[in-house]
């Protein structure tokens, strides 16, 4: 089990982020979510945070990842 | 050295990790994702055997079935970088440093999504440029936006964003649009709309966040700039094959050219399935045949290569 604080900017339409949250859940992993949609304060967070407006952003103790790339967020989480 | 690796984690190349298993092959299957491309279908109306599905829960099951194979190594989030000969097979390399010996190479890596090509997408990608309007349509609330592209996904990018944004230029290169004649129609009466046809993209503008795009008007010559927020990309797909160098013989579009009687490469030893083969019509149904295919005519090669040894 990984006690890493995990947060996730979102989207509701957005597949990658829905996978993404789909793998962390296949993990046992628990995260915070954020939609961006609708919170504009989370937005613009994430947006200060990644410096850039896609989603979703994955954020694991502090450390950002643009988009879900498997390999970058097992390899953070230790998996 | 193993019998096989297996490129890819899409329909084609979930089939042949499960037709290795049960042939007892010693494979591996390298892929960054599971699914393939139609993992961002609402519903997918025409895969045999199921109704209805969304990509997304196709992706899953495919996933659940690969890795319910007894035998077959699995790297997941991990990708091909680069394919050489090595000794009396192949040298796998891949993104996270992995490298694995094999006697044969089963490709079915797809294709990606296809870029501009044009100075500043790359930098300002996730600053403006985008590449899935679904995901980030809701970012771009009252932005002026672009769709370069007027195919399906264009068009269908445009809906997407009409909902947010409150203006949309769709430029596309051609002077038709290809694209569903319905849906384009529909669109177009949206005063939000702005079509403009034979727009050859040259350059997208903005330091830190986009704020432009160059274009030539391809019937005047003219060169013109619009000012947006925006650039949603939508120009369609390209084979995902570089890491193969000159390996394998490639067609003007880039896919692997294949036998469609065994899918056989150029190469002897490497076989292609799926997308990023030259076979017609791209299909889910049909890579999943001809990875099966491959499969049975790679353990066919593999059985008689043991023989002459013997």
């Not at chain 1, 793998?23 to 990644?50: G, P, Q």
């Not at chain 2, 993992?39 to 196709?58: C, H, M, P, R, T």
């Not at chain 2, 890795?67 to 993104?95: H, P, W």
Request: glycine residues 10%; contains cysteine; proline residues 2%.
């Amino acid at each position: 089990m990984s006690n890493k604080k995990v947060k996730i900017y979102s989207t509701p339409a957005c597949i990658y982020c829905k996978m993404a949250k789909d793998f962390l859940k296949r993990n046992n992993i628990e995260y915070e979510e954020h939609n961006v949609a609708e919170d504009s304060a989370a937005r613009e967070e994430m947006e200060k945070k990644s410096h850039q407006l896609g989603v979703p952003v994955i954020e694991i103790d502090g450390e950002v990842f643009v988009g879900f790339n498997r390999g970058d967020i097992q390899q953070a989480l230790g998996l | 050295m193993v019998d096989l690796v297996i490129i890819g984690g899409g329909p084609a190349g979930v089939t042949a990790g499960v037709y290795a298993a049960r042939k007892k092959m010693k494979a591996v299957l390298i892929t960054d994702n599971f699914g393939g491309q139609s993992i961002v279908s609402e519903d997918i109306q025409n895969w045999i055997g199921i109704k209805s599905i969304a990509g997304f829960d196709l992706a899953r099951d495919l996933e659940d079935q690969l890795r319910a194979q007894k035998g077959l190594e699995i790297i997941d989030g991990d990708l091909v970088v680069k394919v050489e000969k090595a000794g009396e097979g192949f040298a796998v390399s891949t993104q996270r440093g992995k490298t694995i010996e094999t006697k044969t190479i089963l490709v079915c890596s797809g294709s990606g999504r296809r870029k501009l090509g044009v100075k500043g997408e790359g930098p300002l990608n996730g600053k403006g440029v985008a590449y899935c309007s679904i995901c980030d349509a809701p970012l771009f609330k009252d932005k002026i936006v672009a769709v370069i592209g007027g195919g399906n996904a264009g068009l269908e990018s445009v809906r997407d964003l009409l909902q947010y944004s409150k203006k949309i230029y769709l430029m596309e290169f051609l002077d038709v649009i290809k694209g569903d004649a319905v849906t384009f129609e529909n669109i177009k009466k949206d005063p939000k709309v702005e079509v403009i046809m034979s727009a050859a993209v040259q350059e997208i503008l903005g330091d830190n966040l986009v704020s432009g795009l160059k274009y030539q008007d391809r019937k005047t010559n003219e060169i013109k700039e619009l000012k947006l927020d925006g650039v949603f990309v939508e120009i369609g797909s390209t084979p995902s094959a570089d890491f193969l160098g000159d390996l394998v013989q490639k067609n003007q579009y880039k896919e692997i050219t294949v036998d469609c009687l065994t899918q056989k490469t150029s190469q002897e030893g490497i076989w292609a399935a799926g997308d990023v083969s030259s076979g017609l019509y791209k299909q889910n149904n049909i890579a999943v045949g001809d990875a099966c295919k491959a499969v049975l005519n790679i353990y066919d090669y593999l059985s008689s290569q043991d023989i002459g040894k013997k």
